[in-house]
């Protein structure tokens, strides 16, 4: 079975340069230069793969990356595995292992070959009629499906590679290297643009580079000798920057791309090592040009896919630039010239090509009467019926086409081959030029979508613009290019092309067979399995819009997305319906063109860096200190203390009661603190809280609530008159940004009249909290000559001071309830300040707690957490906090919203406190909160929001939102848990102190 | 992905930039003689236009400046941008 079938050597095929690589466990032979589809090609290997659906053997169709069956496994087993890869686009080298996807336990004996027997019963939309019913069945169904589809497997350890982004700026971007591409960029370049070539493939060139045609020339040379030339003049231009192996996934509005350029997967794997595998280039062009090149459509008939048959373009890509023959009997499948300038290029390599069928009644051009010279038997009006062959091809049976194309007539022939090219005429890729949002219009003579209305600055030249030959392609290419760049003359003003005119071509979308349709397999989509009959099934079950038949027959849904097969699809599609292709559109090409690794999309693992920490400046202290940490936005928060092994709750509690007893300090640096001055700055605090502040005297602290236009709770915290036209704001910890925000957005565009100005100050100060009954004595140690007494320095005051020569701010504000200091020192500073606290703070036990006791001991006295009480739903009224709402002011944010009909409800949601009948039940937060067991189903009245274990109490306490819960004092109610039913009654939300006695202690 | 020209700093990438939803709707002088069908119009409806829509949007991750922009929602091609309390361009 094993041969070789390298027929000449090609300069692209390095022949002195043997390598070894292996294809489902067995070694092969190849050459530097090949991939893996031309080295398989040259060892006789065909059979690759396996369908999706009705596991029909599968062998390699294309040569680039539209190839929709050889799709491979990269060395699997290893951490460098990939599925899901085109055996086209894989450049072999030594040591590669491949391989088959789909098929268990090999690729030559199948099990799942079996659905292709069962097909008649896997009609389209198979999967969503049978296994929807009955729903409690899907299960079951899912691990047969799962198992029997089998697309490729994952890597199960780390990718060893690197990845990388990489911004770029150009003023021309050419993507295509074929000869359009390679003319604009040498233009662009050259007129002082600076320009990007990329390329999907490693050489230059395109399709046109192994065309040898002979009569196809410039300046009296073939085209392909002509373009070798050019490439080589390009390589030196400056201002000219080319990427191959280089392909473009996406292409979004205003000229930003997507590009993946591969960098080692070429490599040996020993060479891959510490070097970026992939890079995602990310382009903003000012002008784009697309020089996407068009596709080989295939032809649809009878079993048009058995290993063997392959595009007629691709037959010759492998003879010309690989040097491998795809068969030793071949034949080729025709509407257009394409299939003859392949034959020939066979025939004159020495390669037996037996026989050319032509839909057509005859074409005029050189091409073919050099065929017919040659000897090759051409059998025009005839088209395949059926072939044969099960894990290759065999034969091919022919019959006479009907004038009208529709049916066949006379006696069958067979044809004896292994291999057939089959050529249905040219697709222009226009996939990225959709993507960027412009769009196509259907050209009825040529049978194809046409670029037609540009979103961005761009220019689609070439055969994606529906130019096929070079005389074309060179004449509009360089009146675009004199267009878009803006230019007067071009090198190509004086080239001299000669090209063989003749381009007849007859299309028919579904060639007919003598059986009947239902008993034939006329592939549209190879890799998703969709015959032509699925798609007319489609039609006579209802489905009308293209997008419904697509997903409904999984047309054009692969990893291919449908790059071979779409264009058919909507020609039978329209046949059968009875419109014009025009008038049904397209399907929408998305992202990404060809698919992309993960580790491209993401880009450079930085680890830790990633998501950003926030630390503040005592942290190495607490991590001295043994401190759990909990996660607060970006911030990395003290939680606890635990000494001796104390669990969590153990360590809140005895943080929990030392604040009480004696004293505690708490790292309060990450509070958001927001500068403001300006003359207006009283004013504008009056319109954002929703209380009053004209009159708060210079060195006066205030609590502040904000909200939001819709009057729920935005925000809160204590904001301080530093002097006439100065406050410091604080925020929550986690609002910090949004606040600064949302007052950025207020004084911006509705009071710019307000002369006001706000700076974040947050990472500025750093700021140590002093509480409990002896916080006083050890403020008094660290700085003596501050008078601490109640008359100069009372609840809710500021004062400037200094400890040694660290000035420093002190307010005296309290989150706990105890008789409590904020200290605020600049930021570098913040850890000296730290341990003279713990120093001074020493004979009274001073005891450092984490943000788990900060909650608890303000939960003791009721006062919320924005964002823990509150969810967006809650106004101050609903919080139980009307005190804080100023009457007098005429308007401030949210105010009005106050007085509407919802917010005025009474049954609203209203914040209570919640007692356990048995004190030591603490409640789970977000509990459910009922008041009647019996009913069905059972109204939910709220839930708990805050809950905790008090140690000062000695009983559990808990804060909860309940509907109508204001006046529901005293009141019995329910939280059902998975096991019991708590008992609760409804509380003050104040448990302790409730005279504010130790505040002004 | 939009490359927009804040009228401060010049053409950036839209990831700069956040969206402030509809432009030019003033926040009522006098909010306590609104109705409340007034204000809730005032404080829940807004347009969603296929087409050219006025919009706010502010340079969040650059200068901070809020501005305005006049954008074709259906091809997102932006139109005209004008910084805020400027008139807007006539259609
Ligand atoms: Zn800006």
């Not at chain 1, 200190?625 to 092994?645: D, L």
């Not at chain 2, 009228?7 to 030019?24: I, L, M, S, T």
Request: hydrophobic share 35%; charged share 25%.
């Amino acid at each position: 079975m094993t041969k070789n079938l390298r027929v000449k050597s090609s300069e692209y095929i390095d022949e002195t340069n043997r390598i070894s690589f292996k294809f489902n466990g067995k070694t092969y032979h190849g050459f530097k230069g090949d991939t893996l589809a031309s080295a398989l090609l040259a060892n006789n290997v065909h059979l690759v793969g396996r369908s999706f659906k009705y596991h029909r053997p599968r062998g390699i169709m294309t040569s680039g990356s539209e190839e929709p069956n050889a799709i491979v496994q990269i060395n699997p087993g290893t951490n460098r595995t990939e599925p899901n890869v085109r055996a086209t686009e894989v450049e072999i080298y030594e040591g590669l292992e491949a391989s088959s996807q789909n098929c268990w336990p090999s690729v030559e004996f199948d099990i799942g070959g079996i659905n292709n027997f069962l097909s008649p019963f896997l009609p389209a939309g198979f999967y969503y009629k049978t296994f929807m019913w009955p729903a409690s069945f899907w299960e079951k169904y899912e691990f047969f499906i799962r198992h029997s589809a089998g697309l490729g497997k994952s890597p199960t350890s780390s990718d060893p590679d690197i990845y990388d982004h990489r911004n770029v700026h150009c003023d021309v971007l050419v993507i295509g290297a074929g000869i359009s591409g390679i003319l604009a960029a040498k233009n662009a370049a050259k007129n002082n643009f600076k320009t990007l070539l990329v390329d999907e493939k490693n050489e230059l060139g395109g399709s046109t580079i192994y065309e040898n045609n002979e009569f196809n020339k410039i300046d009296n040379i073939t085209s392909s000798e002509w373009l070798k030339k050019e490439i080589e003049e390009i390589k030196g231009i400056k201002n000219l920057e080319i990427k191959t192996r280089t392909s473009v996934a996406a292409y979004h509005q205003y000229n930003y791309l997507l590009a993946r350029e591969n960098l080692t997967d070429h490599l040996e794997t020993n060479d891959k090592t510490n070097k970026i595998r992939q890079r995602l280039l990310k382009i903003r062009a000012k002008k784009v040009i697309l020089a996407t090149g068009a596709l080989e459509r295939p032809l649809i008939f009878n079993n048009n896919d058995r290993p063997g048959i392959m595009l007629s373009s691709a037959v010759k890509k492998y003879s010309e630039f690989y040097g491998v023959a795809c068969g030793s009997k071949n034949v080729f499948f025709a509407n257009n010239d394409s299939a003859y300038e392949s034959a020939l290029s066979l025939y004159n390599k020495g390669i037996n090509v037996d026989a050319i069928i032509d839909i057509r009644d005859q074409s005029e051009s050189k091409i073919v009467k050099k065929v017919e010279e040659a000897g090759i038997k051409i059998y025009w009006s005839h088209t395949i019926v059926d072939t044969a062959g099960y894990k290759r091809l065999k034969s091919v049976s022919i019959m006479k086409l009907s004038n009208d194309g529709t049916s066949v007539t006379g006696s069958k022939i067979s044809i004896s081959c292994d291999c057939l090219g089959v050529a249905g005429g040219w697709t222009p890729a226009v996939h990225l030029y959709t993507q960027s949002g412009s769009k196509l219009k259907f050209d009825e003579e040529k049978q194809i979508f046409l670029p037609n209305q540009n979103t961005s600055n761009q220019i689609s030249v070439g055969s994606c613009s529906g130019d096929f030959k070079i005389d074309q392609i060179i004449k509009n290419l360089n009146q675009k290019l004199k267009d878009t760049l803006n230019i007067k003359e071009t090198d190509l003003d004086n080239i001299k092309v000669e090209i063989d005119q003749e381009n007849s071509k007859r299309n028919i979308w579904l060639l007919p067979s003598d059986k009947h349709l239902g008993k034939t397999k006329p592939f549209v989509d190879y890799q998703n399995d969709a015959t032509a009959k699925d798609i007319k099934l489609a039609l006579r079950e209802g489905f009308r819009s293209i997008e419904h038949v697509k997903r409904y027959t999984t047309t054009g849904m692969g990893t291919d997305q449908g790059k071979l097969g779409n264009m058919h699809a909507l020609g039978i599609i329209a046949d059968t319906a009875g419109v014009k292709m025009g008038e049904l559109g397209t399907t929408t090409f998305r992202p990404p063109y060809t698919p992309l690794t993960f580790g491209t999309i993401v880009g450079r693992n930085v680890g830790k860096f990633f998501d950003i920490f926030r630390r503040t400046p005592m942290n190495d202290w607490h991590i001295e200190n043994k401190a759990e940490f909990e996660n607060v936005g970006q911030w990395k928060r003290a939680w606890y203390y635990p000494i001796n092994g104390e669990t969590m709750h153990q360590a809140v509690q005895r943080e929990s009661k030392a604040a009480r007893e004696s004293a505690g300090i708490l790292d309060a640096s990450t509070l958001g603190k927001i500068d403001i001055q300006g003359s207006d700055a009283s004013e504008f605090l009056n319109r954002v809280y929703t209380n009053a502040w004209s009159k708060l005297a210079i060195g006066k602290c205030r609590y502040g609530l904000m909200l939001n236009e819709d009057g729920m709770v935005y925000d809160d915290g204590v904001t301080t008159r530093l002097g006439e036209n100065h406050y410091i704001m604080t925020t929550t910890t986690g609002g910090a940004a949004n606040v600064l925000g949302k007052l950025e957005d207020y004084l911006q565009t509705e009071w710019p009249e307000l002369d006001v100005y706000l700076t974040s100050v947050t990472d500025h100060y750093a700021t140590a909290s002093l509480c409990g009954p002896n916080s006083k004595k050890i403020l008094k140690k660290i700085i003596p000559d501050l008078d601490l007494s109640d008359e100069n320095f009372p609840h809710m005051t500021f004062k400037e001071a200094n400890i040694g020569h660290i000035q420093c701010r002190i307010m005296r504000i309290s989150f706990t309830g105890e008789h409590s200091y904020e200290i605020n020192v600049q930021a570098s500073y913040g850890k000296d300040l730290w341990e003279k606290c713990m120093e001074a703070g020493q004979e009274f036990n001073i005891t450092p707690y984490g943000t788990e006791t900060m909650h608890l001991l303000r939960a003791e006295k009721g006062f919320i957490i924005v964002g823990q009480d509150t969810d967006g739903t809650m106004t101050p009224i609903d919080l139980q906090m009307d005190w804080i709402v100023s009457k007098k002011k005429y308007d401030f944010i949210g105010k009005r919203s106050l007085y509407r009909s919802d917010t005025m409800r009474e049954d609203r949601k209203q914040l209570v406190g919640l007692l356990t009948d048995d004190p030591n039940i603490v409640l789970e937060e977000g509990a459910q909160i009922v008041s009647e067991l019996n009913k069905s189903p059972i109204e939910m009245l709220g839930h708990v929001t805050s809950s905790y274990f008090s140690p000062n109490l000695n009983k559990s306490i808990a804060l909860a939102v309940v509907r109508g819960g204001k006046d529901m004092m005293g009141k019995k109610l329910f939280v059902p848990m998975e096991n019991r039913n708590i008992n609760v009654t409804v509380a003050n939300p104040v448990f302790y102190d409730s005279t504010n006695e130790r505040l002004n202690a | 992905m939009f490359l927009i020209n804040c009228p401060y700093c010049g053409e950036r990438d839209q990831q700069e930039f956040k969206a402030g939803g509809e432009a030019h709707i003033e926040r009522p002088k006098q909010p306590t003689e609104l109705s409340d069908d007034e204000w809730a119009e005032y404080l829940f409806m807004r347009k969603n236009i296929k087409g050219v829509q006025f919009e706010r949007w502010n340079h969040a991750h650059g200068c901070r400046k809020w501005f305005n922009m006049v954008r074709d929602t259906s091809n997102d091609e932006i139109k005209a941008i004008y910084k805020m309390g400027e008139k807007p361009p006539s259609q």
